[in-house]
């Protein structure tokens, strides 16, 4: 570990192998944690050449907000996974459950107006898994009335 002075004080810098040992993580996440400015990182010190060779240049300070970060960004993950799992699953199985478009082609409808109807509350569905879902029993009310009012129409 190296030391250098920063703003008055006299602070331990990590290499980039070191600080990536201490978060348990491969030095390109060392990498993309400096992309993201989440670990601090000082000049490197420049030589004659203009070349820099390796060198710690990272402070520890900054490893608990690392730890934090990727912390959120695993937990952010699982969120991700669980959702992808869930999606074409239906919410339950006590009903059947029937997605937009197969409702859409039930009532004659298309399935963005489906979805539209869903969305805006004025068809009874559930959102789970990424889409809306609509139980069968209310499916067949919508079908019958949809029926009921062409009829009507059609009769003047």
Known sequence: MDTR???????????YREAARRLGVCEATVRTLLRHGVLEQTPPPADGDRRVRAHASINPDSLDRARTWLEQRETEREK???????????????HVWLDTATVAAMAGLTVQWAQWMAREGKMPAT????QYWVRREHAEVIVAARAFAARADARG
């Not at 959102?127 to 990424?130: E, I």
């Open 80 to 94: 991700q996974r669980q959702r992808r799992e869930q999606h074409g699953n239906p919410p339950d199985v006590d």
């Open 127 to 130: 959102f789970h898994g990424g």
């Open 5 to 15: 002075k920063i703003g008055g004080n006299l602070v331990g810098l990590l290499t």
